[in-house]
Nanobody
Framework: QVHLVESGGGLVQAGGSLRLSCAASGRTFSSYAMGWFRQAPGKEREFVAAINWSNSTYYAEKDRFTISRDNAKNTVYLQMNSLKPEDTAVYYC????????????????????WGQGTQVTVSS
């Protein structure tokens, strides 16, 4: 069983930045594919970014967000810049130790483990 814990959310003004972290348990983190999703009030959960075991990255919107990982710390990060009020959502970390090809990392069903989420609020 893999346990994921997100941190780094908070309140930020439009145009600001936040870095989310997701700490994972498990001794084989380096082989996991990891993703970030978000869910705004009244909306469905949507894909934000993913990174696979070979550090290939996938984005819904590449220009403002950057996903990275530190296998020594069992942690995946989401750097968010130029934040907009529409980025306000609960951000969830997800992981899988199954092999999933790149495009499928955009799908929620590709992931087996989920964190509890961290709230990001962007004020105008």
């Amino acid at each position: 069983q893999v346990h994921l814990v997100e941190s780094g959310g908070g309140l930020v003004q439009a145009g600001g930045s936040l870095r989310l972290s997701c700490a994972a348990s498990g001794r084989t983190f380096s082989s996991y594919a990891m993703g970030w999703f978000r869910q705004a009030p009244g909306k469905e959960r949507e894909f934000v970014a993913a990174i696979n075991w070979s550090n290939s990255t996938y984005y819904a919107e590449k220009d403002r967000f950057t996903i990275s990982r530190d296998n020594a710390k069992n942690t995946v990060y989401l750097q968010m810049n130029s934040l907009k009020p529409e980025d306000t959502a609960v951000y969830y970390c997800a992981g899988t130790d199954r092999y999933v090809s790149g495009s499928y990392l955009r799908r929620m069903e590709s992931y087996d483990y989920w964190g509890q989420g961290t709230q990001v609020t962007v004020s105008s």
